[in-house]
């Protein structure tokens, strides 16, 4: 999406939920490329956190009216020159409102996703792209094999450090987690962790959704930790597409 936007060295760009997993990696990618940052959080605590960082334009991803007043003051009456959207409702109309002439929206979103005749009647200088990944790479594979390429060398490049995580036990904590991820508290990640257990290998393993890619990848990995005997249960019993190397390497085992 940054690379998308083109945002200039000493320009302004503005992320969105700046405190999450897509805003962190921004602004650290952002800050590589010496292009200033307008954030957007929504609790002290995540302004704090991001000021550390060298986040020092901040503003409400709560409330959109005072998200306008402030990248008003913050921007000085000025503009940014992107924008990475991940919120919704009137949240769109005033980040488009940011937007200086031939501004750039990268909507990494799913929900209220603007058409695009309501863009241009809304901001035609503006440049929309509503980014799906998934899309992305079944359309132009080649594309993204380099897109990968890239980053990887600018994390080699230390472009990108390692984010700050909330670990949970999974089988005791899970609850705990997904309330900490829904109320907004984490700060990065939130990762569940499942603790190491020895398992007996004996008897008859079932994978149900086992003829698909997960399924199949669950009982190769079954397989090579020592199960004797697998069942693999779908519905239709058939493999899915382009499965059948991974399902005869697993029979051969």
């Known amino acids: ?66 998200l306008t007043m402030g990248v008003t003051r913050r921007l000085a009456a000025t503009r940014s020159h992107a924008v990475l959207n991940s919120l919704s409702l009137d949240f769109i109309a005033a980040s488009f409102a940011s937007l200086g002439e031939g501004g750039a929206f990268e909507e990494i979103g799913k929900r209220g996703i603007w058409a695009s005749d309501r863009q241009l009647a809304c901001a035609a200088t503006a440049s929309y792209c509503a980014i799906a990944l998934d899309a992305d790479m079944a359309l132009d594979p080649a594309w993204m094999r380099g897109v990968l390429a890239l980053l990887a060398a600018r994390a080699r490049a230390y472009a990108l450090t390692s984010l700050p995580l909330r670990s949970f036990n999974m089988e005791a904590q899970h609850e705990l987690a997904f309330r900490s991820l829904s109320s907004g508290l984490n700060t990065g990640k939130i990762v569940l962790r499942i603790a190491a257990a020895t398992t007996n290998c004996d008897g008859v393993h079932i994978v149900t959704g086992g003829t698909g890619g997960l399924g199949l990848l669950t009982g190769r990995w079954l397989a090579q930790r020592g199960a004797h005997s697998l069942m693999l249960a779908s519905r239709s019993g058939a493999l899915a597409k382009d499965t059948g190397v991974l399902c005869d390497a697993m029979g051969a085992s």
């Not at 302004?12 to 490329?33: D, E, F, I, K, M």
């Not at 954030?39 to 901040?58: C, E, F, S, Y």
Request: a positive charge; one cysteine or more; hydrophobic letters at 35%.
């Open 1 to 66: 999406a940054v690379r998308r936007a083109g945002v200039p060295p000493g320009h302004a760009g503005g992320p969105h939920a700046s405190a999450g997993v897509g805003g962190l990696n921004t602004v650290q990618y952002a800050q590589w490329r010496h292009a200033s940052t307008v954030g957007t959080a929504g609790r002290p605590h995540k302004h704090a956190q991001l000021r550390a960082t060298g986040v020092n334009a901040l503003c409400s991803s709560r409330d959109g009216a005072a």
